[in-house]
T-cell receptor
Framework: KNEVEQSPQNLTAQEGEFITINCSYS?????LHWLQQHPGGGIVSLFM???GKKKHGRLIATINIQEKHSSLHITASHPRDSAVYIC?????????FGKGTKLTVNP | NAGVMQNPRHLVRRRGQEARLRCSPM?????VYWYRQLPEEGLKFMVY????????ESGMPKERFSAEFPKEGPSILRIQQVVRGDSAAYFC???????????FGEGSRLTVL
């Protein structure tokens, strides 16, 4: 059974801090997705990656295939980064998602 | 290029009624996925469709739930005889290719009284 675990569940940071959110999964992947969900809002796809590292602005996603682990990093965090971050993965289009990490960045 | 459009954004139904949720994928996208997000839980896959075909419906309850993606028009997720446990946010995502990058809609929030 494919399982996806995220840590931490909740994270509070001060503006400007470097943030790391972790995602571990149990079966091999074709791609891993990182999503962002604002309170009461829609979902935005941040990254889809199957190896190495991707960067977009202040966001960086990395993946270690051997260890079945991915991280999402946010540099110079800002209150507008406050959201739930969700990772999802699977061997096909039927993705399995973690429960999300709720990030709060205080000014 | 408009994004994925879902409607209604909010829907209230009484137990036993029917709920119909619509999803118009991004232009040029023929792959549509429906996910359900229960309160305090993660996103759960429900069904994957391509135009006129259901590819994978393994995440959808066997009874009361159905989905379609006709040749013309939006994809529709239909829930018959709704129960309180169906209250959730239902998200649609589209992709230009199978297992490709997903583009999500704003979601439809169903409340069953």
């Amino acid at each position: 059974k494919n399982e996806v675990e995220q840590s931490p569940q909740n994270l509070t940071a001060q503006e400007g801090e470097f943030i790391t959110i972790n995602c571990s999964y149990s079966v091999g992947i074709s791609a891993l997705h990182w999503l962002q969900q604002h309170p009461g809002g829609g979902i935005v796809s941040l990254f889809m990656l199957s190896s190495g590292k991707k960067k977009h602005g202040r966001l960086i996603a990395t993946i270690n295939i051997q260890e079945k682990h991915s991280s999402l990093h946010i540099t110079a965090s800002h209150p507008r980064d406050s959201a739930v971050y969700i990772c999802g993965q699977g061997g096909s289009e039927k993705l399995v998602f973690g429960k999300g990490t709720k990030l709060t960045v205080n000014p | 290029n408009a994004g994925v459009m879902q409607n209604p954004r909010h829907l209230v139904r009484r137990r036993g009624q029917e709920a119909r949720l619509r999803c118009s994928p991004m232009k040029g996208h023929s792959h549509v996925y429906w996910y359900r997000q229960l309160p305090e839980e993660g996103l759960k896959f429900m069904v994957y469709l391509q135009k006129e075909n259901i590819i994978d419906e393994s995440g959808m309850p066997k009874e009361r739930f159905s989905a379609e993606f006709p040749k013309e028009g939006p994809s529709i997720l239909r829930i018959q005889q709704v129960v309180r446990g169906d209250s959730a946010a239902y998200f649609c995502a589209s992709s230009p290719q199978r297992a490709g990058e997903l583009f999500f809609g704003e979601g439809s929030r169903l409340t069953v009284l």
